[in-house]
């Protein structure tokens, strides 16, 4: 499976010169955890929730700071074509919880831990149905009522 796969698209952008406080309307608006900073199509960093904590809140910054003051750059990226193993490595070694996803240099989407995660869920659910429904029927007493071993 390729990070193109489960990646949301398109991302959400903002330019370098956007305010914190339009930053942070955007994401609430477009109920995200980050946006992708960008400007003619060339990624510049992105700014997260925990950015505006950090970075703008705790450090009372004026919300008329442009995000480009402080969003996190460089970005770690991954390319469209890249399988999910690269993504794996990538979300370990780096310890952040979005990765910017480029096709070629173009932006394309952002992969996030949470997609990894669902991803995950949806696939132990997918083999655990089949497994727990035919382990049920083999240890079925069949119609009636069940009967449980007396103490």
Do not use: K
Request: charged share 20%; aromatic share 4%.
């Amino acid at each position: 499976m390729r990070v193109a796969d489960l990646m949301t698209a398109p991302p959400v952008t903002v330019t370098p010169h956007t305010t914190v406080r339009d930053a942070a309307r955007r994401m609430d608006e477009e109920a995200v955890g980050c946006v992708l900073v960008a400007e003619g199509g060339t990624l510049h960093g992105l700014l997260t929730d925990r950015d505006l904590v950090v970075r703008a809140l705790a450090c009372n910054a004026d919300p008329g700071t442009q995000v480009s003051e402080l969003m996190s750059a460089p970005a770690v990226t991954l390319d469209t074509t890249d399988d999910l193993a690269a993504a794996y490595r990538a979300f370990r070694r780096t310890g952040v919880r979005r990765l910017p996803v480029l096709d070629g240099h173009r932006l394309a989407g952002v992969l996030t831990i949470d997609d990894l995660f669902l991803d995950v869920l949806q696939r132990l659910a997918d083999l655990l149905g089949p497994v727990s429904w035919s382990a049920l029927r083999e240890g079925s007493p069949g119609p009636g009522p069940a009967t449980w071993p007396a103490p």
